[in-house]
């Protein structure tokens, strides 16, 4: 059984929906790309190019907690936004990750036919026209996702287009032995991948399997899910880099708090429900780390006042840049990452929206 009851679960999702209340700007019909507590209260972000993706995430999230559990005013109020959204912004939204996500987004929600097939034939062309060095795993991974589902539930066209990322990733992004997908096609890029492309490339096979009945992504899931377990921290955290070669952890850090409490899920809860392969310890860990368990004793949702914080990184200048070359050394040598015992680390008390926006997209209806 999870570490956390139903009850608190419940109590997550609820504290989670609150804060997006507070957030959401119902004259722009977006999230913010940023929040953090300042002296006069939450202060947000929302001039960023990533706004428009925080806000499908988040209402995909929204919308899923609404169809098991609408309760909430931010909840009943969920068809209303999507809508807004759509008027708003679905002819700006042009990255291919955004319109997959967007996608799944809309065929979740029982969109008509037509809306489905124009965002269908949008991804199509960018697919068609764009050559695979281009893309990255985690754009694949969102229009593998939600192609996928949408040709399940009747989308036009979106059948063909499944099958074609889906040749696409396997062919070429895929690692003939850690059946592992790179980050991208070129050449420094592709020893090393992120957690979260991975997360996306798991999640987008496992539903493929589903269209498809086929064996080959079903082994690519089971396969990615058994070396997740194997790379997970003593304390249940998830690496930030990974060797795609070898699926050792190249560097843990930032740990990111949306991995624990929901990315995860999105790969461990369809093992669980299947019975691929024993997963009960890293959910129990993964969620009791976000609750304190970690090398700083840290609930990372705050102490005072509910705020879910992004990470714990290290603390120091160009991290992400010294973060790259370290695990780019460490990938060309077959040498893993390890944890510093929260020696040199910090919390990160910034609070992204697309965070509590996949708390309750995994855990919706259970």
């Known amino acids: 059984m999870p570490v956390l009851s139903q009850r608190q679960l419940g109590e997550l999702g609820s504290a989670s929906a609150t804060l997006l209340r507070s957030m959401y700007d119902p004259d722009t019909a977006l999230f913010p790309f940023s929040s953090r507590l300042g002296d006069r209260g939450v202060e947000h972000t929302f001039d960023h190019p990533h706004t428009i993706r925080y806000t499908i995430n988040t209402l995909l999230g929204i919308q899923r907690a609404a169809q098991s559990d609408g309760e909430d005013p931010l909840l009943q109020g969920s068809g209303w936004m999507v809508d807004r959204f759509l008027a708003l912004h679905l002819e700006q939204t042009s990255n291919p990750a955004d319109l997959g996500l967007l996608l799944l987004l809309l065929a979740e929600g029982g969109r008509d036919e037509e809306l489905l097939g124009h ?81 996306y490339f798991l999640r987008s096979v496992y539903e493929h399997g589903l269209l498809s009945g086929t064996r080959r992504p079903a082994r690519l899931f089971e396969s990615g899910v058994t070396k997740m377990l194997r790379l997970q921290g003593q304390r249940g955290e998830w690496p930030w880099m990974i060797s795609v070669r070898t699926g050792i952890p190249l560097d843990f850090y930032p740990v990111f708090g949306v991995h624990q409490d929901s990315m995860a899920m999105l790969f461990l809860l369809p093992a669980l429900d299947d019975g691929l392969v024993d997963v009960a310890t890293a959910i129990n ?9 970690n090398e700083l004793g840290e609930p990372m949702y705050g102490r005072e006042r509910f705020f879910a914080y992004r990470s714990i990184r290290r603390d120091q200048p160009f991290f992400r840049q010294r973060r790259f070359a370290r695990s780019l050394g460490r990938a060309v040598v077959d040498r893993p990452g390890s944890l510093t015992g929260g020696r040199g680390v910090a919390v990160n008390r910034e609070c992204r929206s697309y965070h509590l926006g996949w708390i309750p997209d995994p855990w919706a209806g259970r």
Request: cysteine-free.
């Open 119 to 199: 965002v269908v034939d949008r991804i199509s062309e960018t697919f068609a026209n764009r050559p695979a060095r281009t893309f990255t795993i985690q754009e694949l991974g969102w229009m593998l996702w939600g192609s996928s589902v949408a040709a399940r539930l009747g989308a036009p066209r979106a059948e063909e287009l499944a099958r074609g990322i889906f040749g696409l990733v396997d062919e070429r992004f895929v690692d003939s032995e850690s059946l592992l997908a790179r980050h991208n096609l070129s050449r420094h890029r592709s020893r090393v991948v992120s957690f979260g492309g991975t997360v």
């Open 285 to 293: 860990s993964s969620l009791a780390w976000s609750l304190g368990d």
